[in-house]
């Protein structure tokens, strides 16, 4: 059984920073992509960042230049710097994990909230 538990959500001004975490454990295959996804009130869930095993990176266009995933691999977690916020960033992020390139891990999700 594997779990991921998402940190470093909460309540921030406009213009400010969050750092999100997710650390996975438990009966951990390759970790080969990791990802943060999100989910406004009333929309489907949409793509924020991911990151692969070699470190390549890609963003959503709404996030580009303000959001940056990084993951530590030894410790089986990632991370979203989140600056500049704005209240459309306002949403549930999830953390995902593509194991072993078969097995597809959800986090709990972690709640967002940016103030104008």
């Known amino acids: 059984q594997v779990q991921l538990v998402e940190s470093g959500g909460g309540l921030v001004q406009a213009g400010g920073s969050l750092r999100l975490s997710c650390a996975a454990s438990?009966?951990?295959?390759?970790?080969?992509?990791m990802g943060w996804y999100r989910q406004a009130p009333g929309k489907q869930r949409e793509l924020a960042a991911t990151?692969?095993?070699?470190?390549?990176?890609n963003y959503a266009d709404s996030v580009k230049g303000r959001f940056t995933i990084s993951r530590d691999s030894a410790k089986n977690t990632v991370y979203l710097q989140m600056n500049s916020l704005k209240p459309e960033d306002t949403a549930v992020y999830y953390c995902?994990?593509?194991?072993?390139?078969?097995?597809?891990?959800w986090g709990q999700g972690t709640q967002v909230t940016v103030a104008s």
């Open positions: 995902n994990m593509l194991m072993n390139w078969a097995y597809n891990y």
């Open positions: 990151i692969t095993s070699s470190g390549s990176t």
């Open positions: 438990g009966s951990i295959f390759r970790i080969n992509t």
